[in-house]
T-cell receptor, first 114, second 116 residues
Framework: AQSVTQLGSHVSVSEGALVLLRCNYSSSVPPYLFWYVQYPNQGLQLLLKYTSAATLVKGINGFEAEFKKSETSFHLTKPSAHMSDAAEYFCAVSKDTGFQKLVFGTGTRLLVSP | GAVVSQHPSWVICKSGTSVKIECRSLDFQATTMFWYRQFPKQSLMLMATSNEGSKATYEQGVEKDKFLINHASLTLSTLTVTSAHPEDSSFYIC????????????FGPGTRLTVT
């Protein structure tokens, strides 16, 4: 069965610092992997997705993630945090070959201090 | 583009009553809609998948007689929580996709249900 584990329910960084949000996955099939961001009172917004093409995936707002099969990881990074990046981030894996039926991690709240 | 709305955003109901939550795709036709449930500090759990004009497909462990899903049009799906109990209190989120297969899901902002 597919699953994802997000390490750290909260991550705090200073503005301008590197952002690293960790996600490890378990999948019995080649995975489709996703990162979503949720701002307060808004729906989840897709940041980026991995669909078996390039292992380094670039997304919106300067975020990127690297698929590492040997480590079963799909960590999200951003070189320099902005105050506006403060939000909840969810890693997800598709239960099947597509965007259908997503299995989400428990989420990581990113806190950015001035 | 690709906006999904939910109504209401917040609802309180008494135990034993039913409550309906609407999910609308505002600027696209949604062939498939999904309903998720999120408990505090936990991940979103898929409850069911609904295709327009068809019966919803429920995930294992989800009571289909308790969580009634209707997808009567390409822009509207409803989730009715019947005979609600306090343990049904949760955050319910819908998503919609304009096509089958590898189409991106667009998420609504969620509905917080509190059963007293």
């Amino acid at each position: 069965a597919q699953s994802v584990t997000q390490l750290g329910s909260h991550v705090s960084v200073s503005e301008g610092a590197l952002v690293l949000l960790r996600c490890n996955y378990s999948s019995s099939v080649p995975p489709y992997l996703f990162w979503y961001v949720q701002y307060p009172n808004q729906g989840l917004q897709l940041l980026l997705k991995y669909t078996s093409a390039a292992t380094l995936v670039k997304g919106i707002n300067g975020f990127e993630a690297e698929f590492k099969k040997s480590e079963t990881s799909f960590h999200l990074t951003k070189p320099s945090a902005h105050m506006s990046d403060a939000a909840e981030y969810f890693c997800a894996v598709s239960k099947d070959t597509g965007f259908q039926k997503l299995v989400f991690g428990t989420g990581t709240r990113l806190l950015v201090s001035p | 583009g690709a906006v999904v709305s939910q109504h209401p955003s917040w609802v309180i109901c008494k135990s034993g009553t039913s409550v309906k939550i609407e999910c609308r795709s505002l600027d696209f036709q949604a062939t498939t809609m999904f309903w998720y449930r999120q408990f505090p500090k936990q991940s979103l759990m898929l409850m069911a998948t609904s295709n327009e004009g068809s019966k919803a497909t429920y995930e294992q462990g989800v009571e289909k007689d308790k969580f009634l899903i209707n997808h009567a049009s390409l822009t509207l799906s409803t989730l009715t929580v019947t005979s609600a109990h306090p343990e049904d209190s949760s955050f319910y989120i819908c998503s919609a996709t304009p096509g089958s297969g590898a189409s991106e899901q667009y998420f609504g902002p969620g509905t917080r249900l509190t059963v007293t």
